[in-house]
T-cell receptor, first 117, second 112 residues
C-alpha cells in the first residue's frame, strides 16, 4: 500500500510555455499532498502544501502565480509551472500524507524531471 | 529554506560494514522520518519515529529519536551493495501541520 505516481516522468518544454505535472495516490486517499523541488545533489525543498478542496499553502519565496496547484480530488494534485524559464528546470517530487494511524508519514512519487530550453 | 544538518555528507564503506549517520538541529521536532533516495527516483520511506528516545528497526536498519528531540540517528548493519544511495532525515517541526524539513543528505557508497 501507499503508492504514489507522477506523470510525466520527464518533460522538455520551450521557454514561455506551461507544463502540468500530475501526482496521484493510487491505493489511498490523500487530503494533503506536498510539492517539493530538488536541484542536483541537493536536498528536497518544500514548495507548497496542497489541500483537497481548498487553496494551496505556499512556502516563503515560492511564487503562487507561477506554480499553480490544484487538488481537486482525494487522489489527485496537479502542479502547473506557468511561463516556464530555464531556471525552472529541476526535479519536482510530490508526496502524499497517508491517512489513518500513521498520518504523519509521507509517501513520495517517483518525481518529474523538467527541462526548459 | 530551513534544512537539517546531516552527517557525514558522504561515506565510502566496505560491504559488510556497519554504517551510522545522524541528523541534528537547534530546533525541537515532533516526528522524524528517514528516507532513501536512488538517483532519478523519489525518496522511499524507511523508518518513522514518533517519541523521544524511541528506537525502531526495519530489517538491517535501526533509527533512534534523540532524547532531546533535536536529533536522530540511523544505523545500517552489515551493508550490502544495494544500500548505495542518498539517505535523508526529515523532521516535523510542529504537530498538526504535517510539514517536514529535510536534512542535507548522506551519500552512501558501498565497495564490494
Amino acid at each position: 500500500g501507499a503508492v504514489v505516481s507522477q506523470h510525466p516522468s520527464r518533460v522538455i518544454c520551450k521557454s514561455g510555455t506551461s507544463v502540468k505535472i500530475e501526482c496521484r495516490s493510487l491505493d489511498f486517499q490523500a487530503t494533503t499532498m506536498f510539492w517539493y523541488r530538488q536541484f542536483p545533489k541537493q536536498s528536497l525543498m518544500l514548495m507548497a502544501t496542497s489541500n483537497e478542496g481548498s487553496k494551496a499553502t505556499y512556502e516563503q519565496g515560492v511564487e503562487k502565480d507561477k506554480f499553480l496547484i490544484n487538488h481537486a480530488s482525494l487522489t489527485l494534485s496537479t502542479l502547473t509551472v506557468t511561463s516556464a524559464h530555464p531556471e525552472d528546470s529541476s526535479f519536482y517530487i510530490c508526496s502524499a500524507r497517508h491517512p489513518g494511524q500513521n498520518s504523519y508519514e509521507q509517501y513520495f512519487g517517483p518525481g518529474t524531471r523538467l527541462t526548459v530550453t | 529554506g530551513q534544512q537539517l544538518n546531516q552527517s557525514p555528507q558522504s561515506m565510502f564503506i566496505q560491504e559488510g560494514e556497519d554504517v551510522s549517520m545522524n541528523c541534528t538541529s537547534s530546533s525541537i521536532f515532533n516526528t522524524w522520518l528517514w528516507y532513501k533516495q536512488d538517483p532519478g527516483e523519489g525518496p522511499v520511506l524507511l523508518i518513522a519515529l514518533y517519541k523521544a528516545g524511541e528506537l525502531t528497526s526495519n530489517g538491517r536498519l535501526t533509527a533512534q529519536f534523540g532524547i532531546t528531540r533535536k536529533d536522530s540517528f540511523l544505523n545500517i548493519s552489515a551493508s550490502i551493495p544495494s544500500d548505495v544511495g542518498i539517505y535523508f532525515c526529515a523532521g516535523q517541526l510542529r504537530s498538526g501541520t504535517y510539514k517536514y524539513i529535510f536534512g542535507t543528505g548522506t551519500r552512501l557508497k558501498v565497495l564490494a
